[in-house]
């Protein structure tokens, strides 16, 4: 007997050579709503084009110390001549967290690499 899947959760498991990133675009760029964005490391190309396609309904933080790597200045600098809204945290530690929250859907990375990722829908 198979048991049916009820759950508004969605999991994805990228192996090697899965486009994991293409995954996090894709969920970014599939909603009308407003997106809200929380990077630690801001290094791949297509996540840069995906925030641009919804640059006008987007806000970004991310880590003040990450924000100074070499790759991510340009990326950021990027984003904020777009107009791009973006904060760097400032606060002791790591801004560590990989999420991107939209109005019908929370993204949640539970890796450092977005490797491990937990698509379901806002708690009501």
Same mark, same amino acid.
């Given at each position: ?19 994991? !990133? ?9 909603? %009308? @709503? $407003?997106?809200? *964005? ?42 904020? !001549? ?9 606060? %002791? @530690? $790591?801004?560590? *967290? ?27």
């Amino acid at each position: 007997m198979s048991i049916p899947d009820t759950s508004p959760v969605a999991l994805y498991f990228p192996r090697a050579g899965d486009e994991a !990133a293409k995954v996090l675009a894709e969920f970014l760029t599939s909603s %009308s @709503g $407003l997106v809200r *964005l929380a990077i630690y490391s801001l290094n791949r190309p297509i996540i840069v084009s995906a925030i641009l396609e919804i640059k006008n309904r987007v806000r970004l933080i991310t880590d003040h110390v990450q924000s100074f790597g070499a790759g991510q200045v340009a990326a950021l600098r990027e984003l904020q !001549a777009a107009g791009v809204p973006i904060k760097t945290n400032h606060h %002791s @530690g $790591l801004m560590h *967290l990989k999420m991107a929250v939209r109005s019908d859907a929370i993204f949640k990375c539970i890796s450092p690499l977005w490797w491990f990722v937990l698509i379901g829908t806002p708690a009501a």
